[in-house]
């Protein structure tokens, strides 16, 4: 087997006892599996700082990006307007459900590096009256930037808009006030800072709006309503669920609760963070996000002058422990290193000490052709 640590933002390295549950074979109709799934949805209310019956918990097969399309294509109805403010990859992933969807939307797009503007947001929606649902990205792992949903949301919930935010790489490891800040739908997946594995997504709901959305899903299997509707009678699933998936989730939170829930778990990710940038700094390696840095994934500027490819650096640092990330910013050079899951301090310092050895080596290397270069010319 393949023994290596993912520094990525999810899938990620998981404990072995959350693997082990997966050892484990469960019938779907089973009332001790669905008692499962509903003690789940019980704890994702309690991490959100929320509460039934003002808010609930939906489970949707798939990974995080079917729990957003399912959100998107199920709540905002055909004489409704979203707003998607962009600034990097998943972002621009809800331009393309909306599009695919027959949805009407307008996009407010922001630089990679930097933060969405809650004054230009109010102003789109003063200019727009038309608009009904507000959707953006708290943590976009296509730079790791992490953008201030606390400010947004209050000029969105201000204006009477539905907000959706996809919290998919910051849930369990940011701490995130739903019901203060008035989110109406917050989506993550399994397979993020709750450290289960990949199979399903979740979405926290304001129960008034989810049932408003009866009705308007434009997909039978992503339709949030139906969804809900059947879980929450006994827990069951309207289709075939991961049930593996399932229950290493369900291991995943009780392990998230003895660390000692998010906030320490948000220390560790933030730790490991500042010693990941410190230790690349020392380098002559950048990070690309000054500001609004978030704790879960980091990306970095090449080192100037560089002359390897991120398949060559990626290679060396894998055959030694730890598979890093290439990077999705499309105007730079860059790659990309993560920082949740089963990660430590030692995990930080190992694969920082393995890029220095890569540099090390390169700068060996094209020393010596130049050497080997000068001794040609010497000759000629």
């Known amino acids: 087997m393949p023994d290596y640590k993912l520094l990525t933002p999810g899938p990620l390295t998981t404990t072995d006892t959350v693997k082990k549950e997966m050892l484990f074979d469960h019938c779907t109709w089973d ?25 609930t918990v939906v489970l949707m097969q798939g990974s995080g990006t079917f729990g957003v399309e399912s959100v998107i294509t199920s709540v905002v109805g ?7 403010a962009a600034n990097g990859a998943y972002g621009e992933r809800m331009e393309d459900i909306a599009g695919h969807a027959g949805i009407h939307y307008l996009t407010y797009h922001e630089d990679y590096n930097k933060i969405f503007s809650a004054e230009k947001i109010e102003q789109l929606l003063d200019e ?17 930037i992490l953008n201030d949903i606390a400010a947004v949301a209050k000029v969105v919930k201000a204006a009477g808009k539905t907000l959706i935010v996809d ?41 008034d709006k989810l049932t408003e959305s009866a009705g308007k899903a434009r997909s039978l299997s992503l339709d949030l309503y139906d969804q809900w509707k059947t879980m929450n009678k006994d827990g069951k699933w309207r289709f075939t669920s991961p049930t ?14 003895a660390e000692g829930g998010i906030p320490a778990r948000a220390k560790r990710y933030e730790e490991n963070n500042r010693l990941l940038i410190e230790k690349m700094a020392k380098m002559g390696i950048r990070p690309y996000i000054t500001e609004h840095q978030g704790p879960i994934i980091t990306t970095f500027y090449y080192p100037e002058h560089h002359n390897f490819s991120f398949q060559e650096m990626y290679q060396y640092i894998k055959d030694r422990g730890y598979a890093i990330y290439p990077g999705k910013v499309t ?11 089963e990660i430590y301090k030692e995990d930080i310092l190992k694969v920082c000490g393995l890029m220095k050895d890569f540099l090390d080596g390169q700068d060996a290397d094209s020393a010596k052709k130049h050497t080997e270069d000068e001794g040609c ?4």
């Open 31 to 55: 009332d001790d599996y669905k008692k499962i799934t509903l003690w789940i949805r019980e704890k994702l209310l309690e991490l959100a700082h929320v509460s039934a019956p003002e808010y």
């Open 78 to 84: 055909g004489e409704d307007t979203l707003l998607i």
């Open 128 to 144: 727009h009256p038309e608009i009904t649902h507000v959707s953006l990205v708290h943590s976009e792992t296509t730079s790791g």
């Open 167 to 207: 919290a998919m790489s910051s849930f369990g490891g940011v701490d995130i006030p739903v019901g203060e800040l008035g989110i109406d739908f917050i989506i993550s997946s399994a397979n993020k800072c709750i450290q289960g594995v990949p199979g399903f997504s979740f979405i926290i709901c304001r129960t």
């Open 244 to 257: 593996h998936v399932v229950l290493a989730f369900a291991q995943a939170i009780r392990e998230l609760e």
């Open 331 to 341: 105007d730079a050079d860059t790659f990309r290193i993560g920082n949740i899951g």
């Open 377 to 380: 010319l010497c000759a000629d």
